[in-house]
């Protein structure tokens, strides 16, 4: 049936159609239509919605992100049906049923969810399925190679490319910050993408962009890190693998993790930007995605193995995820500590122990060092000064001011302290409290949100010491975290709880 | 944040925000927000679409289907913030990782698909999870009362009640529409709930609309069947066990059908109008849902014990299959067969012999014969004009005309007849293909459309002998059914395939 276009501002890859029109073609509110826009030769599948009155018969409201596949404008004429089933539903059945997915029918849901041919319930079908049964190394290579093909690649006439990737769960990880100035002031090229927070209280793409922007199509990441050695942009904003980015969101509510899934993301994100030496850094511990070292282990053989299929060599590292990396959480904090350190700063020893060890690693498989040396050779690049002077060009590359230091940054101006009751031993530090207390502050969005922690687990305080401070932009955020923390219990003192105590006693 | 009320005409559970807003709240497109109209005492969630020009900052599109939720008029205020993680999330993970849920937990995650709580994608998650790891006997019992629970029911004061139900996959099932008649000119109540077509060419809802309107609330449906013993009404419009007709939705594009969740789905409807005796009619062929005997017998076993858990007697039948009951698909054709049996029409054999064997069964459940007298009984209450009288007062409660007759129906106007290629025998008329011309005709949509088939499997046919006539209500369904007839192939003459004879013969 043919229809008339109506451009409507709502961003979805959806349409719009009147109830009596959908009636005609046969869908209902949420059905699959196809839309042909003869003239262009374009055509495209769209989730529909259905109104009496906001548009007439005989009109199809076309929503945002869904012109892009048809190229059509106000008032052109558009071929409208009941979409056919789309095949690769054949291919999610069959891995419901224990089935194993060949080469090409990976290829084919890949691509059915990067242009949203498939509907949210159906990826999720998939992700279910692939959770549920699991995914072999095959099948795991398959879907690495179709996130690839299915999105933009960088093309570098050189070799080698490093790249670096936490499996993450611990707070406060700004080791990327230290990382990437350190191997790109070696001389090697590391093109590293890297994500918002989603559970968490800042990705390194949040951090980053307190100094500078991050969002580049990845012509850009590529010229850029040729120009400078390295870069840390926004992989959300490139187009590399961005099945992986329609997964994760599906995934999140659920907290799925589902193996072959995370392997393939990572290592689809590091082909895709044509890594071929790859530092994994598995952080282990209670609160991490890695409970145990076997568990660790067994991930990091499974990247080594994936990687070998790929022409990509991976070593991986176990590091300690109980506590967090450093004293700070949130975007300006973090880059505050972060700084300080590339300025000369010792502290904190965490921190520079944590990044030196992973860049270490990456100059020994580069050649840049000899075995065993890679740990000196970075900590020279750092305590020259090498490693601060290419983060400021590469924070000018980005668009920012190189200029910026640990002492011009300021964290929110609403602040509370959060002091030992009594005597004792910081007993217990919770993570995902903390988390939780950062992001009802105001991290990542409001970029000077976010907790110092002054006595790590384990610390020795005397009653009045400051524990925590809490940093927020806004006063209604500090209040609402200050309400939080009494429920939550961040921090115990030597068997004490705070919340247990007079509340004008905690205060 | 407070924002003010804007009704939009959308048909689905979701709201609109500004690009803006949605960010301030930390929502992107599709999550869920929690709206709470705090005069009113009322709250929902939904998910949210987002635009940059349709509404203003600080406003909040209301969609229709959102406001019965919620009760806000334009201009008014709501308070909206990114909506907690439903709980059932936690039990459909449970279920993903192969654990069985409790009762609450089956009762939570069913009310959330019914309010819509949960995303489409996380009902496909618990679907397929329950594909994938089943559902035992405790958890089908669970979801059974879940459905029962989360809709209306219908509370007869006298017993029994008698229902029936076809598990599907055949086609022409025309049988619900002699088979209430007869139980009801028993003396016997039979609240009939059914289904209109989803993958056939007609459910008995839409049968029955060719005669009298069929969407009645739940009140409707209990208060004309305590007047005239029986009703036939569409399911779809009772809110009758709602949840199964949203896991039905979810179901359909990835072809499942878990057996635990059919056997609740149907189960729950039955229990739901408060039968206490309940005939199943499971087919059994090729093309239907159950493949050979041995499944069929299983599958009863399971209805039964279902049955006996609930309170509820139940017996199945297992039916043959593999042909069409009687010669007719399409609503108005269908109904015509099935009033001139009621009318005194000793044709077709297969559609009679099915519905007396059913409705025999129910007559001999309830004590209204005999042992091995069902059938007897109920072929006089056929024979005797019983049943057409019964279906005459159905059909005029229902507010149809209750003077119609077979003869004062007509078929579409446009036809065609296929007829046989050479003389043979009819050795293969395929189901699959005869309902989707059936469709292409137009059917149910088109209540004249459909197929009649004259010559069924095994019959001897002599050159030129119709074997199929097509019916459309309009010319270019028809002229699309006839070209879809020559891919299809619906029927097979002696082992030549009509498609590959010289399509001049053929027509």
Chains 1, 2 share one sequence.
């Not at 003869?38 to 945002?64: F, M, W």
Request: charge should be neutral.
């Amino acid at each position: 049936m043919k229809f008339s276009v109506k451009m409507i501002d709502i961003a979805n890859k959806g349409a719009l159609l009147h109830t009596a029109d959908a009636r005609k073609i046969r869908v209902r509110d949420g059905d699959r239509v196809q839309i042909i826009n003869e003239e262009a030769g374009k055509n495209a599948q769209a989730h529909v919605d259905t109104t009496g009155s906001l548009i007439e018969q005989g009109t199809i409201g076309i929503y945002r992100p869904l012109n892009p596949f048809l190229g059509v404008n106000e008032g052109e004429e558009v071929e409208v049906r009941c979409a056919d089933r789309p095949r690769s539903l054949t291919h999610i059945r069959k891995k419901m049923d224990g089935g194993r997915l060949a080469k090409d029918e990976m290829l084919q849901v890949t691509r059915d969810i990067v242009d949203e041919t498939l509907a949210p319930g159906e990826v999720t079908a998939f992700i279910t399925a692939s959770y549920i049964n699991g995914l072999d190394m095959d099948e795991t290579e398959y879907l690495t190679r179709a996130m690839v093909e299915t999105g933009d690649s960088l093309q570098f006439g050189t070799r080698p490319i490093v790249d670096k990737h936490s499996i993450g769960g611990v707070p406060g990880n700004k080791i990327s910050l230290l990382i990437v100035p350190i191997i790109a002031a070696s001389g090697l090229k590391i093109p590293k993408t890297s994500s918002r927070a989603i559970t968490g209280a800042g990705g390194t793409a949040d951090l980053m962009e307190v100094v500078a922007p991050v969002a580049f199509p990845a012509s850009e990441v590529q010229r850029m890190t040729e120009k400078v050695g390295g870069v840390i942009v926004w992989g959300g904003a490139t187009n590399i693998a961005p099945a992986d980015d329609r997964i994760i969101t599906y995934e999140y509510p659920l907290k799925i993790d589902a193996r072959g899934q995370m392997l393939a993301s990572v290592m689809a994100k590091k082909m895709a930007v044509g890594a071929n030496l790859v530092v994994i850094d598995i952080p282990v511990g209670r609160y991490t995605k890695v409970a145990d070292v076997q568990e660790g282990r067994k991930m990091a053989r499974e990247f080594m193995e994936l990687g070998e299929r790929l022409n990509m060599r991976v070593e991986c590292a176990l590091s300690y995820g109980e506590s967090l990396v450093g004293h700070t959480i949130g975007p300006i904090l973090e880059v505050q500590e972060a700084l300080a350190v590339l300025e000369g700063k010792r502290e904190p020893h965490s921190l520079i122990q944590k990044s030196l060890s992973l860049a270490g690693i990456a100059l020994e498989m580069a050649g840049k060092a000899g075995p065993g040396q890679g740990f000196a050779v970075a900590e020279d690049l750092l305590r020259s000064g090498k490693a601060l002077e290419k983060f400021r060009q590469i924070i000018e590359i980005q668009g920012g001011d190189p200029g910026v230091t640990a002492d011009s940054l300021t964290p929110g101006e609403h602040q509370f302290v959060v002091r030992a009751p009594q005597d004792g031993y910081v007993i217990e530090l919770h993570n995902r409290s903390l988390i939780t207390i950062a992001r009802t502050l105001g991290s990542p969005q409001d970029a000077g949100a976010g907790v110092v922690v002054h006595s790590k687990k384990g610390s020795r305080v005397r009653q009045g010491d400051p524990i925590l401070t809490f940093y927020a932009d806004r006063a209604w955020r500090l209040q609402s975290a200050i309400e939080a923390a009494r429920t939550l219990m961040p921090v115990v003192v030597e068997g004490m709880i705070l919340e247990r105590l007079p509340s004008e006693r905690w205060i």
